[in-house]
């Protein structure tokens, strides 16, 4: 039950933090631009990264395909991860943070994904237990 309630908690979190960030690409477009710019990275990306991060919190929370559940998951894990080293990299420590946490509620939500959902991942360590231990 305590897993139902972390898997929802930091699910949710996550998806706020993600509709937040693309909210903040719409908003300030520009200023969103020059950080990435910053940080090394064309400006075309601003578009694409509203529409992955929306597709994505989208896509992990209606979970109509475990399969494209899953890869919602993968991509974010990539996007945060390099996301905190491109600041870590520029030497601006205190922005890879969102990230950080970004990380930390992505692995709870993982992990605790099957104990809250109906249709099972089969990457989850729930199922990967299930399916290894002896009957």
């Known amino acids: ?28 477009r520009d200023w969103v631009r020059q950080a990435l710019a910053d940080l090394g990275y064309p ?9 992955v991060k929306l597709l994505a919190v989208a896509t992990m929370l209606s979970r109509f395909s475990v399969v494209l559940s899953d890869l919602a998951y993968a991509g974010m894990f990539f996007h ?22 970004g990380l930390l509620l992505l692995g709870a939500s993982f992990v605790t994904q099957n104990a809250a959902r109906e249709l099972a ?6 199922v990967v237990a299930q399916q290894t231990s002896p009957n």
């Open 43 to 51: 400006a075309y990306l601003v578009p694409l990264l509203t529409a």
């Open 121 to 126: 991942s089969p990457y989850g360590p729930m």
């Open 1 to 28: 039950m305590i897993e139902s309630y972390l898997y929802w908690f930091s699910t949710a979190l996550l998806s706020l933090l993600y509709l937040a960030s693309a909210t903040l690409y719409i908003v300030k």
């Open 80 to 101: 945060l991860l390099l996301s905190g080293l491109a600041h870590i990299g520029v030497r601006k420590p205190g922005g890879a943070l969102p990230a950080l946490i």
